[in-house]
């Protein structure tokens, strides 16, 4: 293992010390299977890639206390190979932090495995890029069953903005950050895979993406997250459905100059019709293009979460109590 990792070897040496490698994948050794993965992928070797998914099946089955590195570097090597690995595997006991090295693994098969993409996608981890990466996909293919989830999966958010006569609207922000550090370099190297979704405006729905090695230092645990799922639910429906509404995206923040209750419960009923109209209106042409089969079961899980924003500077009393109504939730004062 020395030679291999240190440069040292070549020609024959090289080559015998390489054919090696299987039997360091299937050793069970946690050392031996992260470097020997790492090494199949780097070296192009391809006859290791039936102790790479027996390896990984025992990860997967594994009831001791998990390290994560060894699958980092399983699912590594596969990749580098362009092994084809069964989504039955990929999708036993998921892990948030493999989603992208998962989506890759479906989507770059040879046919793309659109009923494992599919099952992927309805894990619901919105939150990450191989969730939306997996989507665009589907939808790129044509496959219908993404546009249900698509529609009632999360509740719909509506921002409800209370504030005083002639006041502006306040401002909002939030950040993110994480890292990991090793005072010393590691090996085998964190492989970091990093989905790029297609661009804002563009008509194509390919994905592309990175990989990158990180000796000493690796970000949030390999998550590849997406900041603007909202954006990406409402682009990948209006691919499959057309648009909702000319002003669909306007219509989730609304403004409201509080006067007395009854202008402000009208108000509300106003804003939350308005968002519902064009969704109960997508949920009947998904029906007609056959996307969607129960109109009645999609429509009643359908939900828009209005949260009641109080930027009133001296509100005399609270806010009003909202009436209960078909296909709304609220959430006050956030």
Known sequence: MDGL???????????????????????ESEFFVEGGAYLAGKHRRTECVPALIASLEREKRSTKYWNPEPTRCLLDALIRLDARVSADLL??????????????????????????????FDLGWDSL???????????????????EPLLIAQPWPLEFVVRD?????????????GAHRSSHPVWP???????????TGSADLEVGFSR???????WNDGLSEVQDQLEWRLRLLERQLGSLAPDFR????????????????????????????????????????????DVDA?????????????????????????????????????
């Not at 190297?189 to 661009?199: I, M, Q």
């Not at 509300?268 to 519902?276: E, F, G, K, W």
Request: with cysteine; glycine share 4%; net charge neutral.
């Open 298 to 334: 999609v429509t009643k899980q359908l939900r828009v979460r209005i949260t009641l924003v109080d930027h009133r500077s001296e509100p005399a009393s609270p806010l009003p109590r909202t009436k209960k109504r078909a296909n709304v939730e609220f959430v006050e004062d956030r």
């Open 5 to 27: 990792r240190e440069h040292k070897l070549s020609g024959a040496e090289l080559e015998s010390a390489l054919a090696l490698l299987p039997a360091m994948i299937a050793s």
């Open 91 to 120: 999708l036993t006991r998921p892990k948030k932090e493999f989603a992208s090295q998962t989506y890759l693994l479906l989507a770059k098969a040879d046919p793309p495995d659109l009923e494992g993409l599919v099952r992927f």
């Open 129 to 147: 890029s191989g969730h939306w990466a997996s989507a665009c996909t589907l939808v790129a293919a044509g496959e219908p069953r993404v546009v």
């Open 212 to 218: 990158s090695e990180y000796a000493t230092g690796w």
């Open 189 to 199: 190297p964190r492989v970091l895979y990093n989905l790029k979704l297609p661009r």
């Open 250 to 293: 306007e219509r989730l923040t609304a403004d409201h100059a509080f006067e007395d209750n009854t202008g402000f419960l009208e108000a509300l009923d106003r804003s939350a019709d308005a968002v519902l109209a064009p969704l109960h209106d997508a949920i009947h042409r998904a029906a007609e293009l056959n996307m969607i089969s």
């Open 165 to 177: 006569p002639d006041s502006l609207r306040g401002m909002t922000f939030c950040c993110r950050g």
